[in-house]
């Protein structure tokens, strides 16, 4: 059987110094769940994927916990808590 986890990313850009803090954060979070958090960064991803950046880009850093949008501008520390301790 195997064991169900979630994915975290932050959604960035080189230079953004809320995303920088936002990724310390997301760090600390995940490591009490065993989890490392990915990044995209969105101009780099605008080659293959445009729409992100359109999605995304002018309210930077985002974080998507499976794949769906969480928060963006700040990480919401309660509520990624408690949707990590429930299963995927």
Do not use: K, Q, W
């Not at 110094?17 to 490392?36: K, M, S, V």
């Not at 960064?41 to 769906?68: F, I, K, M, N, Q």
């Amino acid at each position: 059987m195997t064991n169900p986890t979630h994915t975290v990313t932050l959604l960035t850009r080189a230079g953004c110094g809320l995303c920088t803090t936002a990724l310390a954060h997301l760090r600390e979070i995940c490591r009490d769940f065993g989890l490392e958090p990915g990044t995209v960064d969105v101009d780099e991803a605008a080659a293959t994927d445009p729409g992100l950046r359109a999605e995304y880009g002018d309210r930077l850093p985002v974080v998507l916990l499976d794949g769906r949008e969480h928060s963006y501008f700040d990480v919401d520390e309660p509520r990624l808590r408690a949707d990590l301790s429930r299963r995927p």
